[in-house]
């Protein structure tokens, strides 16, 4: 009980650039913000890609993981780059001012 | 034309995707633009956020007033302590996708109000 049975969102990570590209399926919310940190921080790279084609939903705590993350990979030097994101994604990354902190790919 | 419909949550976590559900259909029905319907499920979502939501126990509950103006949605839960830059992001957003929105409360409630008007669709 409490918790709806179907998954909101999917992680798959890709390595055959040599950077890793995580990809999101789904919705990034509260519920499934803290499998995106996770994720994140498994990935061991300079420069870390993700792919949010098929990603239909971020919020303000998805924002924070994405936010956490490139601020890691800059101490470092690194990058977070951010692919494809869609019309209302790229505005809620505005606002946040993440676009101006990420390399975003369209 | 004047509608109301009332969703009561569990305060849970998983639970937010049903009020953006909720928001989503109600606003494509009401003929709002696609834009403004994403606009809506973000907004609903913060509301949420904002009005306690993610925790264990607790409930939410959120009221849509529909009319020929646009769409109201009330939300009210229990107050939670929030870091202070999550609630400011949240308020952001807010403010780039309602009309206008108002967030109060006291004795440990907190109330959230979106406005999104037709006009704007």
């Known amino acids: 009980m409490g918790d709806l049975p179907t998954p909101v969102a999917e992680f798959t990570v890709e390595m055959a650039t040599g950077t890793p590209v995580l990809v999101i399926s789904g919705e990034i919310d509260i519920s ?3 499998q995106l940190r996770e994720h994140l921080q498994q990935l061991d790279a300079h420069e870390v890609v993700v792919d949010l084609t098929a990603m239909t939903f971020i919020d303000s705590t998805g924002l924070g993981v994405l936010v956490g993350a490139v601020k890691r990979l800059h101490e470092s030097g690194g990058d977070l780059v951010l692919r494809h994101p869609s019309r209302s ?3 809620v990354l505005d606002i946040s001012g993440l676009a101006q902190m990420v390399t975003i790919e369209d | 034309m004047r509608e109301e419909v ?3 949550l569990p305060a849970t976590a998983a639970h937010v995707r049903l009020a953006r559900l909720t ?6 029905g009401l003929g709002f633009s696609f834009d403004a319907v994403e606009d809506l499920r973000i907004a609903v979502d ?4 904002l009005v ?3 925790r264990r126990d607790g409930s939410i509950t959120l009221r849509f007033d529909i009319d020929d103006d646009g769409l109201v949605i ?3 839960g229990e107050a939670r302590a929030q870091p202070a830059d999550a609630r400011r992001l949240s308020e952001q957003i807010l403010a780039a996708t309602v009309d206008s929105y108002e967030l109060g409360g006291s004795d440990g409630r907190v109330v959230c109000r979106l406005v999104r008007l037709r006009e704007s669709t």
Do not use: D, H, Q
């Open chain 2, 74 to 76: 009330t939300g009210e």
């Open chain 2, 6 to 8: 009332r969703l009561a």
């Open chain 2, 46 to 49: 913060e509301l949420c956020y």
């Open chain 1, 89 to 91: 994604t790229r505005k």
């Open chain 2, 23 to 28: 928001v989503a259909s109600l606003a494509a």
């Open chain 2, 52 to 54: 306690g939501a993610g």
């Open chain 1, 32 to 34: 499934t913000a803290p």
